[in-house]
């Protein structure tokens, strides 16, 4: 049953569980073309309300954007308790930080615009033990570790995974902070940033599938689902501590 519906082309973040009203924020997706062929893009805020009539959500605030994004993320780390930081993913190696409490009130919230990246970034994702940190991932095998009270100077998890590919999707562990897993389309690599280097890389050399979204099991920290466009593999990984290396033995 469809409760309400927003007729934009668009990458989109739900507000943090800390934040209330529950909040979507919907910023123009990049390489796509909505019915009008607009060539404008933007960063829009929708509270959602599933007692008020009708299937629109509510338009709160938007703002103008020289780029159209290909990720957003919304964390709850910001200047004010549970507002959060929004931050979107662009074309050129762009990042675009935004204070989502400003965004709320229609007023000037570009925090600050990083690109240290050399292409499109696809992938973000805040850490969910700390969430001034956040992953990006983009052309070229590129991965950063960012840090919002220093975004000037990123990290890289280790040396690019070869060959080159675009990261598609990056995902912190559920359970370990310090595990990151990096899809590309060829492979899923997964990082130990306290070694800062890969401790796994599963392919599947068979059907030889273009993956696309990883997802961490949300309890078990051994398990995690990689998806395509046409097939969906679990995977168990098996972590010796201290981790020397990560198995995986596919189960399905």
């Given at each position: 049953m469809?409760l309400k519906?927003?007729e934009?082309?668009?990458n ?6 800390s934040h209330?009203?529950?909040?979507l924020a919907?910023g123009?997706a ?9 060539t404008?893009a933007?960063?829009e805020?929708y509270?959602?309300?599933?007692t008020?009539p ?10 103008p954007?020289?780029h159209?994004f290909?990720k957003?993320?919304w964390?709850?780390?910001?200047s004010e308790?549970?507002?959060?930081t929004?931050i979107?993913?662009c074309d ?13 009130k229609?007023e ?5 615009r990083?690109e240290?990246?050399?292409?499109p ?8 033990f700390?969430?001034?940190l956040?992953?990006s991932g ?5 991965i950063?570790?960012w840090d919002?009270n220093?975004?000037a100077?990123p ?7 070869q060959p ?6 990056v995902l912190?562990n ?7 897993a990096?899809?590309?389309?060829s492979k899923c ?11 796994i890389k599963l392919?599947d050399t068979?059907?030889?599938v273009?993956w696309k ?14 998806a395509s466009g046409?097939?969906?593999?679990v995977l168990n990984c098996?972590?010796?501590l201290?981790?020397?290396?990560l198995k995986a033995?596919?189960?399905?």
């Open positions: 469809k519906d927003i934009r082309t668009a989109v973040a739900w507000s943090p569980k209330y009203p529950i909040h919907a123009t990049a390489q796509q073309l909505d019915a009008s062929f607009s404008n933007a960063l805020i509270s959602l309300n599933v008020d009708g299937p629109d959500m509510q338009l709160v605030s938007s703002v954007s020289d159209r290909h957003i993320i964390g709850s780390v910001g308790p549970g507002s959060g929004i979107g993913g050129g190696g762009l990042i675009q930080i935004y204070n989502a409490s400003k965004l709320l229609n000037d919230a570009l925090m600050g990083q240290k990246h050399s292409g970034v696809h992938s973000l994702d805040f850490n969910g700390q969430q001034n956040f992953a983009a052309a070229n095998s590129e950063f570790i919002l220093n975004i100077t990290m890289s998890p280790g040396a690019k995974c080159l590919e675009d990261v598609l999707s912190w559920k359970q370990v902070q310090h595990i990151l990096t899809t590309f389309s690599v997964i990082w130990d940033l306290r070694k800062n280097e890969p401790i392919t068979v059907s030889r273009h979204v990883v997802a961490w099991h949300p309890e078990v920290a051994t398990q995690l689902c990689l046409r097939v969906q593999r098996v972590m010796y201290p981790p020397r290396a033995n596919q189960v399905l």
